[in-house]
């Protein structure tokens, strides 16, 4: 079966591949089919996953798959949020992860509170009216670092440190994310849901 998803980013795309490769599915991303990206309008995750994922469906004619996903600091009242990827552009900065990775470090300057946490809405529909859309969520809680630690992973990987762990995000190997992360996390569920609404797999 053939999932388009809703984003053109390579390193999701590869993340996404692995995770939803149990039940023989194939994800091709949107800019492959000419598909331009849908606005974000929404102040949440899932909102914003469930616009892309129908946005993608419309265009392809296909079944679609969103992730929405980004940093939330407990200290900021959960910002960067949604707005994680374009965090530094709120300061007038330059759009990319050191950049945005920059700023947040900036903010918490002085915070003793360093509670994070990764979060990921996974949003699959069938077509662009699927009034039964299937919904995940994934939390993956750590704590932000004074410094950037780790060579892997990409965003804002080499800040959340993972206490179980005792190393960053950026810092364990791919197949260490791909089994941990929220968006392991919240592609487990989705799974288990297709599995059952679908029929896949």
């Not at 388009?4 to 149990?22: I, M």
């Not at 798959?65 to 965090?87: F, K």
């Amino acid at each position: 079966m053939k999932l388009v998803l809703a984003s053109n980013n390579a390193k999701k795309l590869k993340e996404l591949q692995a995770l939803f490769q149990p039940i023989g599915l194939e994800l091709v991303t949107q800019g492959s089919l000419g598909i331009p990206e849908a606005e974000e309008p929404f102040h949440t995750f899932v909102e914003n996953a469930l616009t892309k994922a129908r946005h993608a469906a419309r265009e392809s004619g296909l079944p679609a798959l969103a992730d929405d996903s980004g940093l939330a600091v407990d200290a900021l009242g959960g910002a960067p949020g949604v707005l994680s990827a374009r965090y530094a552009t709120l300061f007038g900065r330059e759009k990319s992860d050191a950049e945005n990775n920059r700023v947040l470090l900036e903010k918490l300057t002085g915070v003793a509170d360093r509670r994070a946490r990764f979060v990921c809405a996974l949003v699959a529909v069938r077509a662009a009216d699927d009034p039964e859309p299937l919904v995940a969520m994934g939390r993956w809680h750590g704590e932000i670092l004074g410094s950037a630690s780790g060579e892997g992973g990409f965003g804002y990987d080499p800040l959340l440190f993972i206490p179980s762990l005792e190393r960053s995000v950026a810092a364990l190997s791919a197949e260490e994310k791909n089994r941990l992360s929220h968006r392991a996390l919240a592609s487990q569920d989705l799974l288990r849901q297709m599995r059952e609404s679908w029929h896949l797999g």
